[in-house]
């Protein structure tokens, strides 16, 4: 943090991962295989296969092969490859902003054109737009890409949702990345769907990315899943991997991953109790301090995304008091797109005293602009 903030004595509340240990089944499987002295080259083994499987299973009833699993040191990785495997540069990629900053720079870094299909907000929430993503499809239209459940909005998408936008890609021959890595995180009356299991005809136009990182709290280990179903696209992604040799996962993100999905369910159940407490809480406050409107309640993720857009009608600049004045260190919304700009981004992933610390400092600061 003191290297992005200069300002000392922040409340961390900014980068999307949480304050809480990895479950102890994690720790004690990484600190066995620490133990054994020899860290050398390793394949992805059956068993490692198996425990993905049977997550996706038991989670959302969905039945992978094996063999349509691609695994791939990170997301964002895989993002930048899927970009590499399924567009030529001057191709047109989706994506529905705001959104996680990375969709932006994987597609403009490759010299592939952004199409902005913003997501619309309807008082308590927010939908895609498929009028004017119809409008903006061309011939050169290749690629979505979707953030499901959504960073920074919260939304989780329903199946019908995700049905009518499966449809029009179906249509119109455009392939789906759907970036699942929050799907772990879903709050009680939302369920996650798979992309590839909302409309028939997306299990050919899927490229699914999920991971144990967000939810177990290891995403500095880099272990992520692919999962590809067309043989097509599977060549095209895999070629891409064997180019870049990165096809092989280090030693203790499988490790990782094999005691987490095997063992760290329970850990997982008590985690999103506690955070949907956290989230009523945040909410409770939020509501509660002059100029802070946090109209729509995220469904599933840790992020709460806040607007401040009362504090910039009235020329405050909200970073400022937000970061220097209250002490909190947040992601800036504009970061996110355009669509962005007014509003922060809060992680409530952390303990309950640290929320209330933040939101003391947060109602100190704008009780000097609204005194009343
Ligand atoms: C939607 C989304 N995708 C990907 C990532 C990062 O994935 P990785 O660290 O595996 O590259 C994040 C992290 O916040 C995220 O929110």
Redesign the pocket.
């Known amino acids: 943090m003191e290297s992005l903030f200069p300002e000392n004595d922040l409340l961390p509340l900014w980068?999307?991962?949480m304050d809480f240990p990895s479950p102890p089944e994690v720790t004690r499987a990484l600190v066995r295989r620490a133990r054994h002295p020899a860290y050398g080259y390793t394949l992805t083994s059956e068993h490692y296969y198996d425990a993905v499987r049977k997550w996706l299973f038991k989670r959302f009833q969905w039945d992978v092969c094996q063999e349509d699993i691609l695994t791939t040191?990170?997301?964002?990785?895989?993002?930048a490859l899927c970009i590499e495997a399924f567009t030529a540069p001057g191709d047109e990629v989706v994506i529905q902003p705001p959104?996680?900053p990375?969709?932006f720079s994987v597609v403009t870094q490759a010299g592939r054109h952004l199409i902005l299909n913003p997501l619309r907000q309807t008082g308590e929430t927010y939908l895609m737009d498929l009028d004017d993503l119809k409008e903006k499809i061309s011939p050169r239209t290749k690629l979505l890409l979707l953030?499901s459940p959504?960073?920074p909005v919260g939304r989780v998408w329903t199946r019908e949702e995700l049905c009518a936008l499966g449809e029009l890609c179906e249509r119109q021959g455009i392939t789906v990345i759907s970036?699942e890595?929050?799907a772990d995180l879903v709050f009680p009356g939302h369920t996650h769907t798979p992309t590839a299991l909302s409309h028939p005809g997306l299990p050919g136009r899927t490229v699914t990315?999920t991971?144990p990182?967000?939810t177990f709290n290891i995403?500095g280990l880099?272990?992520?899943n692919i999962i590809i179903s067309d043989r097509v696209l599977k060549e095209a992604y895999q070629a891409v991997l064997e180019r870049f040799h990165l096809s092989s996962l280090n030693l203790f993100a499988l490790e990782s991953a094999v005691a987490a999905y095997s063992s760290g369910e329970p850990w997982l159940e008590s985690l999103l109790d506690y955070l949907y407490k956290n989230l009523f809480y945040l909410r409770n406050h939020l509501r509660a301090i002059p100029g802070v409107e946090f109209p729509v309640l995220p469904q599933g993720?840790t992020?709460a995304w806040i607007s401040f857009k009362p504090w910039l009608k009235r020329g405050l600049d909200y970073r400022d008091l937000v970061i220097r004045r209250a002490g909190i260190a947040l992601n800036d919304g504009s970061d996110f797109g355009e669509e962005g700009s007014g509003y922060m981004r809060l992680n409530f992933a952390c303990p309950r005293p640290l929320l209330k610390q933040a939101m003391d400092r947060l109602e100190d600061a704008s009780r000097l602009f609204w005194p009343e």
């Open positions: 980068v999307a991962d040191p990170g997301i964002v990785t895989a993002l959104v996680y990375p969709f953030c959504h960073n970036d890595i929050h990315c991971a990182s967000k995403p880099y272990g992520s993720t992020l």
